[in-house]
């Protein structure tokens, strides 16, 4: 299958620790994108790559967080200093778009569960 | 400030009669509309999606709507099965980025 794969899917830990998340996307896909759902919340825009370049960042992604996509393949999201506040379902996307054409559509992961305790 | 509303928490339907499910926005710019159907634990999964240039698209039972003037889209689901139980977003994206979405609609569909 050659969907978005995300690890871990589940990861507890404590208030004041590091966490980071992995997602490999669809892999013709240029764009990649991070997102947190927390409960009843719809997902919420963190970040997008195209290719290995960063283009957009929200203001929700405080300095604690950064993402990276060193090659333009897979990315990394890391949480440092994690507080409570950031348990949630962490999600990846991709998509292809040349900025001229392509689809719209993004295509999701199953998620990283984080829970900080 | 939500620019993507979804004011229906809940939708109950019985089996084989239509599910509508609506939406509406706030931002002009945004130029494209997609469907998202999601379980508990998984990821959201593509359903449909329209662009703003046309006013509806079908693929299957499923059917988007789109009434620029009022900024309202809705999602038909024609006959709609136990299986479509599920929550559904909608979301608008302005050139391909950033996906904005709604607070979604849980559609529990009784046989």
């Known amino acids: 299958d050659t969907g978005v794969s995300q690890n871990p899917r589940h990861k507890i830990t404590k208030r004041g620790q590091n966490v980071t998340f992995r997602c490999d996307p669809i892999?013709?896909?240029?764009?990649l994108y991070w997102y947190r759902q927390t409960l009843g919340q719809g997902p919420e825009f963190l970040t997008y790559f195209q290719n290995e370049a960063q283009l957009e960042k929200s203001r929700l992604l405080s300095d604690r967080f950064s993402a990276e996509r060193p090659k333009g393949s897979f990315s990394t999201l890391e949480i440092q200093r994690t507080e409570q506040g950031d348990s949630a379902m962490y999600l990846c996307?991709?998509?292809?778009?040349?900025?001229?054409?392509?689809?719209?559509?993004?295509?999701f992961g199953p998620g990283t569960r984080l829970t900080v305790t | 400030d939500q620019q993507v509303k979804q004011n229906s928490p809940s939708l109950s339907v019985q089996e084989g009669r239509i599910s509508i499910l609506n939406c509406d926005y706030t931002n002009s710019m945004f130029d494209y509309f997609l469907w998202y159907k999601k379980y508990p634990a998984e990821g959201p999964t593509f359903l449909i999606s329209i662009s703003s240039i046309k006013d509806k698209n079908e693929d299957g039972r499923f059917t988007v709507f789109l009434n620029k003037s009022a900024k309202h889209l809705s999602l038909h689901i024609v006959p709609s099965q136990p299986g479509d139980s599920a929550v559904y977003f909608c979301?608008?994206?302005?050139?391909?980025?950033?996906?904005?979405f709604g607070k979604g609609t849980t559609l529990s569909v009784s046989s």
């Open positions: 979301a608008a994206s302005e050139l391909g980025t950033a996906l904005i």
């Open positions: 996307a991709s998509s292809f778009f040349t900025g001229t054409s392509g689809n719209y559509e993004q295509y």
């Open positions: 892999s013709e896909h240029n764009r």
